[in-house]
């Protein structure tokens, strides 16, 4: 007799359907998404309704913490090795979006203004530490800087 197993057969009806999550996002969220089809991957330029920063792991994880704390929490993606978190802010109201010494010296990178962030699907909830919110403003970019810069000097 065949013993059950826990593992779960995908089929391709599981797949994110990528013209509904850019629906999505275009319409709920109001972010310019398009469609990579090489890659089969929604994208988002950065620099017009978003900023975005990437931060290892180490860092992001407090830093994710105490916005939340702060009620300043915003989307957050995690790459697929959950080594890079991506935060999600308004955009930069600066003209240059060069960042402190001690941020670049922690591995914050700025995605440069009309750079690519990879916006997973919804339906991907792993791929989120904290998912996007429909009506919920993204939290400000100087604030994810300046929380950054308190973990930083906190030493974590």
Request: hydrophobic share 40%; aromatic share 8%.
């Amino acid at each position: 007799m065949a013993t059950p197993t826990s593992a779960t057969v995908r089929s391709h009806f599981d797949e994110p359907d990528l013209a509904t999550e850019a629906n999505y996002f275009s319409e709920r969220m109001g972010w310019p998404v398009s469609i990579d089809v090489t890659n089969q991957r929604l994208v988002v330029r950065t620099g017009d309704v978003l900023d975005a920063f990437r931060v290892q792991r180490a860092l992001a994880e407090p830093v994710a913490l105490e916005l939340s704390a702060s009620l300043m929490a915003g989307p957050v993606i995690r790459d697929n090795d959950d080594r890079w978190w991506t935060f999600i802010t308004d955009p930069c109201q600066r003209a240059n979006v060069e960042l402190a010494h001690e941020l670049r010296a922690a591995h914050v990178h700025a995605v440069p203004p009309g750079g690519e962030v990879v916006i997973p699907p919804v339906t991907a909830p792993t791929s989120w530490w904290q998912q996007p919110q429909p009506g919920r403003p993204l939290p400000p970019w100087s604030a994810v800087v300046g929380v950054a810069r308190r973990v930083i000097n906190r030493g974590r």
